[in-house]
């Protein structure tokens, strides 16, 4: 029962190089979302997908694209990285909705140098 | 944007002491969650409310939805040990999700 599976663990980048965070959920979730945590700010969310084929933006959405091709897959994109997006960056689902328990993923640690 | 204002920032207690923290919004919210993160780890569900006034258990965790529906507080009873880590609100206002800034406890045997 793997449950959120984020890859990689750590990451360390040079500004302007572009990645892919990789999120899959094996609970058939129909909610997924990207957050960051940063110190003394808790998480703030990125990007969300209430479903496969649709996305939408959260709080902070800038340098950073999603697609949701399969209902398991959520991959996060950086398509030029730069130091302000040094964070640790979290993968959730739900089954449906806000207001049901979100599974978290171990979260990825990623510097951008 | 929105931000939910925890306090305190930090708790340093002994065992055994009850623990009180609380969570204001600038705007209403439908839906007050709490979470547990530890580190390393991804954040863990405690509560969940959903109505302004709502009064919710879970074992010695009791938390409640603010009659403005702008505020929720977070009791621990007769803290542990294990109850170290740090303490989340979250919730939702229109169609985004926000979480708080967090509370750190830490637990004096």
């Known amino acids: 029962n793997a449950g959120v599976t984020q890859t990689p663990k750590f990451q360390v980048l040079k500004t302007g190089q572009s990645m892919t965070l990789q999120c899959a959920q094996d609970?058939?979730?129909?909610?997924m979302s990207w957050y960051r945590q940063d110190p003394g700010m808790g998480l703030r969310l990125i990007h969300y997908?209430?479903?496969?084929?649709?996305?939408d933006q959260g709080e902070v959405p800038n340098g950073y694209n999603v697609s949701r091709s399969t209902t398991e897959d959520f991959p996060l994109r950086l398509l030029s990285a730069a130091p302000s997006q040094t964070s640790v960056y979290f993968c959730?689902?739900?089954?449906?909705?806000?207001?049901?328990?979100?599974?978290f993923g171990d979260g990825t640690r990623l510097s951008i140098l | 944007g929105q931000q939910l204002n925890q306090s305190p920032q930090s708790m340093f207690i002994q065992e055994g002491e009850d623990v009180s923290m609380n969570c204001t919004s600038s705007?209403?919210?439908?839906?007050w969650l709490w979470y547990k993160q530890e580190p390393g780890e991804g954040p863990v569900l405690l509560i969940a409310?959903?109505?302004?006034?709502e009064l919710t258990s879970n074992g010695r965790l009791t938390a409640q939805f603010g009659i403005t529906r702008k505020d929720s507080f977070l009791n621990i009873s007769a803290s542990i040990p294990s109850d170290v880590g740090i303490y989340f609100c979250a919730g939702t206002s229109g169609n985004q999700f926000y979480f708080g800034t967090g509370t750190s406890l830490t637990v004096i045997p």
């Open positions: 609970m058939n979730h129909e909610y």
């Open positions: 959730a689902s739900s089954v449906q909705g806000w207001n049901q328990p979100q599974h």
């Open positions: 997908s209430v479903g496969a084929g649709i996305t």
């Open positions: 705007s209403i919210f439908n839906t």
């Open positions: 409310l959903y109505k302004a006034g």
